[in-house]
């Protein structure tokens, strides 16, 4: 299925969004000229230069196919980059990971502080939802509004934090798959569920209508889950950017300790496979949602 | 000016909203059947049952002058009031101000632990925006949308949480009262006026004729804040129900420090009376909001 034409297609997208939201993250945090200075700094220090952007690429891919403005996409999947971004560096703080590395640099507390990193990914949490609440993302504001309310859904205790809360305790409770799969769907796949849907919603698609992308949206986010673990115990840190063999270290169950590494990857194969069956409707217009699902379990970061 | 009438319907206004404000975040804050569990027992414990509720009034009372549904705006009162119980859990954290007391009980971080205080104040940061973007809010999207604007740029990096950076760094740099005002006027008076400004747009009152409130709201933050630096010298901290007297022990300059207590009172009375003369438009409407403003001033708490 995957031939030079797939994989050339993807590293110009990647390369290409990459560029795009570094720049527009460098355009909406101009650092001021009092002593909020360091705090923009830390945020720029985290929201620029780094990062796999995959989902923006995601959402501007998914807007694309129904013919939405790039550079309005473009915001909205800066706004979910912002949130995960803020994410990152609330979950390296040393009272919660303790992490010193992040996309090959030291973390934003170790490089600047644990005040400054703390109000640096508050900074950054607010400005996902400035960015989706002006019209230069959407002249439509019933959009704006359901851009919001996706991705303050998805980032919250019934999205992303209730699954970081879960994965807190996941040292002390003994998970089953059931349960490992609903906190990875929180804690991962709801906001690259988001980036997805709010591609659509850019797109005036339904709720009736995305149901095939939020199909493809579940696959890919687990298949992204199980390929992280798996990188956790099989990748090489240097190229990752950051600390692994974690969860090992701290007892956690994890797809791969649930499954053993073969069936994990066999299964994460198979998501991708089922992710792209979702997209038969969009024919060829969908070739970048497809590479984006196969680079998720064939990435080495 | 102030008789006994003025003072029983503060009395009032205050205990109807703090029962609102409890009750509505109780509805919006069931407990999860999984380990998340822990996370909104956090959330409740920061948002339940503390606090003056100053912004969610304020938001109310404006709201009310325009004949706002007084569940819609105690709807928007509660996101403002989200926001400020995250930056209260985020402040008090050990490497920002490391307090122990919050509203007279243990802070978040102390009665369970950092990784739920930060997740807790971060999940109360995308409920507001949550409770912003639903039609129950406002069954017009514009009006959802400009309320998601002000309230974000409000607590982001040029809000409040850019005024938290420049008090952080408040102990190294010697600043004057020019830089205490803007210090302040981020760092409190944004929340307070953007409580005061979604009241006027949930009204649907244009931007210009907004003016007077926006004046209104500009004193009476000033006049909060030199309030709360005359409680942290003269206060009594069982009835505040936190640390007191910590800008001196800090080094921090504040408007006492800069202007002595007498003065300092005397501006925050001047600033209340200018505030009440912004609201002559409204005569016997606006009796709320003058009460609030005497309120601000004469707080013991």
Chains 1, 2 share one sequence.
Not at 124 to 135: G, S, T, V
Not at 171 to 181: A, K, P, R, S, V
Request: proline share 2%.
């Amino acid at each position: 299925m995957r031939g030079e034409g797939d994989h050339s297609l993807l590293k110009d997208g990647l390369a290409r969004i990459q560029r795009e939201v570094d720049s527009l993250f460098d355009a909406l945090l101009p650092i001021p000229q009092d002593t909020r200075a360091r705090l923009v700094e830390g945020m720029r220090y985290a929201a620029i230069g780094g990062g796999k952007r995959v989902r923006p690429l995601l959402l501007v891919s998914t807007a694309e196919l129904f013919g939405v403005d790039r550079n309005r996409a473009l915001r909205a999947g800066c706004a979910v980059e912002a949130i995960h971004a803020y994410s990152l560096i609330h979950d390296d703080l040393p009272c919660m990971d303790d992490d010193d590395l992040r996309h090959g640099k030291p973390t934003l507390h170790k490089a600047f502080d644990e005040a400054t990193a703390v109000l640096a990914g508050d900074s950054l949490h607010a400005l996902a939802f400035e960015i989706l609440a002006d019209q230069e993302t959407s002249a439509d504001p019933f959009t704006r509004s359901e851009l919001i309310l996706t991705l303050g859904n998805a980032s919250g205790k019934d999205g992303m934090a209730g699954g970081q809360m879960m994965d807190m305790l996941a040292e002390g409770e003994d998970y089953d798959l059931h349960t490992i799969t609903r906190l990875q769907q929180l804690k991962t796949g709801a906001l690259l569920a988001a980036a997805v849907e709010m591609g659509a919603i850019m797109g005036h698609v339904q709720p009736e209508g995305r149901a095939h992308l939020r199909a493809y949206a579940r696959d890919i986010g687990l298949a992204f889950q199980i390929a992280d673990d798996l990188l956790d115990v099989e990748g090489d840190a240097d190229k990752a950017g950051k600390a692994l063999r974690k969860d090992e270290s701290q007892g956690k169950q994890t797809f791969v300790t649930l499954m053993g590494v073969d069936k994990a990857r066999e299964q994460a194969r198979a998501l991708v496979d089922q992710a792209i069956g979702h997209l038969a409707v969009h024919g060829e217009d969908a070739a970048m949602l497809r590479a984006v699902a196969r680079y998720i379990v064939e990435r080495d970061r």
